[in-house]
């Protein structure tokens, strides 16, 4: 099986009422850790900037424009590995991934206001309090970043 390098972007979103954005990939998408609940964001393009990457990937993912918050990075010591199928190919990969976590306070809306429009990659979202994670299936990688993290 071949591996592959990616750089990956993710979103910590919360809202004013202090509640997390959390997405479900869609399990027939052939994204990786579909069983789990995610950080959303995904891989850095080819001439893009880590904060451009971040912007697209939250506007196709979940539908927000993110242009007008503050953006923090928080972590780049996170990293992952996990099988994937290419949806170009249908070839079956590792993915060698090294995650950049940046934290963005939408302090002007609490979760309830805020419109959240899926892709077709993600089946799934749910604002938790930091509470509510505890109970819940992430990704080894979130499962990490929590740990370490004081949000």
Known sequence: MRTIKREIVSGLLFSKDKRLLMVKKNPTGGGVYIDCWHIPGGGVDQGENKTQALRRELKEEIGLEVEGYATE???????????????????????????????IDIN?????????QLDDELSEYKWFTLEELAKVKLTPPSKSLFAKLVI
């Not at 002007?108 to 959240?116: A, L, Q």
């Open 108 to 116: 002007d809306r609490n979760s309830s206001e805020v419109k959240v």
């Open 73 to 103: 990075l928080v972590n780049d010591e996170g990293t992952g590995t996990s099988e994937k199928t290419l949806k170009d190919t249908n070839e079956r990969v590792l993915v060698e991934m090294h995650f950049n976590v940046y934290r």
